[in-house]
């Protein structure tokens, strides 16, 4: 299976035609214009600005998207009502938003409930999925469940069992970290996360996309279930970082521990096609690219 990083802007790629093959699935985690510090991006952009560049992406992205295909589009939930509209708006037709409550501590706020969750709203090209596999998942049990239950049970549009890589001790292993202990990412997404998204929209060989490639999970996962995929990163140490976690597979990067999750999924076998590559056996990925 093939991959690509393209170090640009994702917009620049848009205008300039360069992808040329139908994409089955695009995974969009952009900036949350929440004024974080980002070296190649302006996180503090006007709000009226930052959602017309969001529709310009959105709609690109259905340009060059297969009918079928698919969109999950992550935000903060407060901007629920501007990421439906820059799908709705740009052709895109809504399946389910779903909640990704996180396992890690909500932030404490004095006058209102603390937030405990993000959105990735799921859409398509044209009114159905061309693929869509129902997943089914092998809960940890509460403990007052006294069996547990044949076959599993199948995923909804609630997600509270994959965890954030927040700083400390929710990081864990899987947090890339330089050479100096710091983590190299802040946001960096979870395996998890993208392993739940491709399983469930793609097949074997199917395209994978994602404009904003950040750390580059979604490759990571594609390249493991045996998918092409592409990913687009301005940043050139983001792309340096993909690099490495491509050229070979850390076992903080492995998907196959969460395969005894999924087993009671029909066909997961063929589905799956785990093909980890050169696994590392280390508990953590250091970057001695990034070495002060």
């Known amino acids: 299976?093939?991959?690509?990083?393209?170090?640009?802007?994702?917009?620049?790629?848009?205008?300039?035609?360069?992808?040329?093959?139908?994409?089955?699935?695009?995974?969009?985690?952009?900036?949350?214009?929440?004024?974080?510090?980002?070296?190649?991006?302006?996180?503090?952009?006007?709000?009226?600005?930052?959602w017309e560049m969001m529709q310009t992406v959105c709609r690109s992205v259905f340009e060059i998207t297969a009918t079928g295909g698919t969109i999950?589009?992550?935000?903060?939930?407060?901007?629920?009502?501007?990421?439906?509209?820059?799908?709705?708006k740009t052709g895109w037709t809504l399946q389910n938003v779903i909640i990704w409550k996180k396992k890690t501590s909500a932030?404490?706020?004095?006058?209102?409930?603390?937030?405990?969750?993000?959105?990735?709203?799921?859409?398509?090209?044209?009114?159905?999925?061309?693929?869509?596999?129902?997943?089914?998942?092998?809960?940890?049990?509460?403990?007052?469940?006294?069996?547990?239950?044949?076959?599993?049970?199948?995923i909804t549009d609630v997600w509270d069992d994959i965890r954030e890589l927040t700083s400390g001790y929710f990081a864990g292993n899987e947090a890339i970290r330089l050479s100096t202990g710091e983590r190299f990412h802040k946001q960096q997404t979870p395996i998890a996360l993208l392993l739940r998204i491709i399983l469930s929209s793609t097949n074997v060989g199917d395209f994978i996309f994602d404009p904003f490639a950040g750390t580059g999970t979604s490759l990571i996962v594609a390249h493991q279930l045996q998918r092409d995929s592409l990913g687009i990163e301005i940043d050139p140490q983001n792309v340096a970082c993909?690099?490495?976690?491509?050229?070979?597979?850390?076992?903080?990067?492995?998907?196959?521990?969460?395969?005894?999750?999924?087993?009671?999924?029909?066909?997961i076998s063929s589905i799956w096609a785990n093909d980890s590559g050169n696994l590392v056996p280390k508990a953590q990925k250091v970057l001695g690219l990034f070495e002060n």
Do not use: W
Not at 22 to 38: I, R
Not at 77 to 88: A, G, T, Y
């Open 72 to 88: 999950y589009f992550m935000q903060r939930e407060k901007n629920i009502e501007f990421v439906l509209q820059s799908l709705r």
């Open 1 to 50: 299976m093939s991959y690509d990083i393209i170090n640009k802007n994702c917009l620049d790629v848009f205008s300039a035609g360069e992808i040329r093959r139908h994409v089955d699935l695009t995974f969009l985690d952009p900036p949350f214009n929440q004024n974080k510090e980002y070296a190649f991006h302006q996180d503090n952009m006007i709000d009226e600005s930052y």
């Open 107 to 154: 932030v404490p706020v004095t006058t209102k409930f603390g937030k405990h969750y993000q959105i990735i709203a799921y859409a398509t090209k044209g009114e159905r999925a061309k693929t869509f596999h129902r997943l089914r998942i092998d809960p940890e049990l509460p403990l007052e469940y006294k069996l547990p239950r044949e076959n599993g049970v199948f």
């Open 242 to 267: 993909i690099r490495d976690r491509l050229a070979v597979i850390h076992e903080s990067d492995s998907i196959q521990k969460y395969y005894s999750d999924y087993k009671y999924s029909e066909n």
